[in-house]
């Protein structure tokens, strides 16, 4: 199967904006669970009005969130799909333009040294693109995630000592929760990544974080790490926004990878309560579009 590089194009625009428009699912589910066990009358009423928003901005169109955030792409190609990577590239970078001109959306993208905004939301080095791939035959997928700011900023790296072992890991985590209070518009989900080199782990924990709910680390450690961790962050008392509550996060997801026998990162990645995504995924007929 040899990709069209127009439909690429046109599904990255738009994936965009179905990302800044629809909660997915499982996000929605979330906020039923937090809101059915919150004990803070005051994390109750900020869950409701929460809830409410979503709704309204879904019943009119409009965005749910005004930061449309980085725009990050990640892509996965099956078996017996023929592409060119340079040309995949250009349609997504096209279709995140056109997105953002003819929508039109807010560009949150600027130069880092000049801050001058080409109201495209692309620029060197963005859209992020992550390429991997699967041993599905045809199978083709994009996933379009808007990383706003108030989640982005809230990113930290820990070059720990293997001594320290798993312990150093939760007490990282926990802080980082504490530290970040309600600058990431809680409840979050806690993207945690383990090991890897120091730019992998930071990127683990991006994963992590823009995970589905519902979904487990799938090494058993990490797995249980994730399930320990849920239970505790849960416990700090940071509470929706950050006014007090049971309803810190709606998850703590792990994702690892092997690492040197000298160290034992651990990076800490959040996503807010708007947990946006959007993924098409080509078919015989086009691409189909979902979460």
Known sequence: MELDYLQVEEAAKTLYIR????????????????NALESHPTGKTILG?????IQVAEDNTNLLCQDTGIPIYNVVVGQGIQWDGFALKAAIVKGCERATREHPLRSSVVHPITRKNEHTSCGPGIPVIHVDFSDAVHHFSI???????????NSWLKMALPAEGVDVI???????????GG??????????????????????????ATRALGTKCRDS??????????????????GPQGLGGDSTAFAVHVELAATHITLNPVAVNMQCHSARRARATLSPDGF???Y
């Open 19 to 34: 990302a800044l428009k629809l909660l997915p699912p499982d996000i929605k589910e979330g906020f039923k669970r937090l």
């Open 49 to 53: 009005t929460m809830i409410r928003n």
């Open 143 to 153: 996933e379009m995630i808007p990383k706003g700011s108030g989640s982005e900023s």
């Open 170 to 180: 939760k007490t990282f985590v926990i802080d980082c929760v504490l530290e970040a």
């Open 183 to 208: 600058k990431t518009c809680p409840p979050t989900i806690v993207g945690v990544g383990v090991g890897g080199t120091a730019d992998l782990c930071m990127h683990l924990s991006k994963v992590a």
């Open 221 to 238: 450690e990490g797995a249980r790490l994730e399930q320990e961790l849920s239970a505790v962050v849960n416990q700090l008392g940071v």
């Open 288 to 290: 189909v579009y979902g």
